[in-house]
């Protein structure tokens, strides 16, 4: 949320929220969320980090933190996982706070290397998102981006290029690493971020 721009992609937000909530037999009211949101941030003076919660029994909680704003022309450096994710596992493909796998891997992973961001493949090999971030690749003029099937999270800045006609669906492996042109992590917080494997030269 930015003051006189209001929430980033919102209305995507809420859509995946009410997919997930019908998923997952949750009752979910669009208009309660919006008003819950705006009482939520008020008047805030700065970018702040909103995240709407909807809990089992249908309630809504909002969490906010400042938004500390990226430094121009910062590269985040990331690794590529060991540990696959399983496509048959429903909640890759929905926002909830069952993430721990992901967070802990990208918290063990940087006590090692000091890494910013961990990208994860599949059990077939097929790279699918970041913890935090969307992977975006420029292949041959083309900004490509894993395939939902691949098991991902449907991201709403991912949808929002996908839609704009930006990026497009493709089966990547970490071999297209090397090959890209240039590699982007991506979330609607953020945008979009160059990132380098950390092997590359910075």
């Not at 995507?12 to 705006?38: C, I, K, P, V």
Request: charged share 20%.
């Amino acid at each position: 949320w930015e003051p006189g721009a209001g929430f980033a992609l919102l209305d995507r937000h809420l859509q995946r929220m009410a997919a997930s909530a019908q998923y997952f037999g949750y009752n979910f009211d669009d208009a309660e969320a919006r008003h819950t949101l705006n009482l939520a941030v008020g008047s805030a003076p700065a970018p702040l980090k909103v995240r709407l919660l909807l809990s089992a029994n249908a309630q809504l909680s909002v969490e906010m933190a400042p938004l500390t704003l990226l430094e121009a022309g910062q590269i985040w450096r990331f690794t590529v996982s060991e540990n696959p994710v399983s496509r048959d596992n429903p909640f890759v493909y929905h926002k909830t706070t069952n993430r721990a796998f992901y967070d802990d891997e990208r918290t063990s992973l940087h006590a090692v290397n000091g890494c910013d961001e961990v990208l994860f493949c599949n059990e077939q090999g097929e790279l699918t998102e970041g913890s935090i971030t969307t992977l975006f690749l420029e292949l041959g003029g083309q900004m490509l981006t894993p395939a939902l099937s691949c098991g991902l999270l449907a991201g709403t800045l991912r949808q929002d290029l996908i839609d704009s006609g930006r990026a497009v669906e493709a089966i990547l492996r970490p071999a297209d690493l090397d090959l890209a042109e240039r590699i982007w992590l991506g979330n609607s917080v953020r945008g979009l971020v160059h990132a380098k494997r950390l092997n590359e030269a910075m």
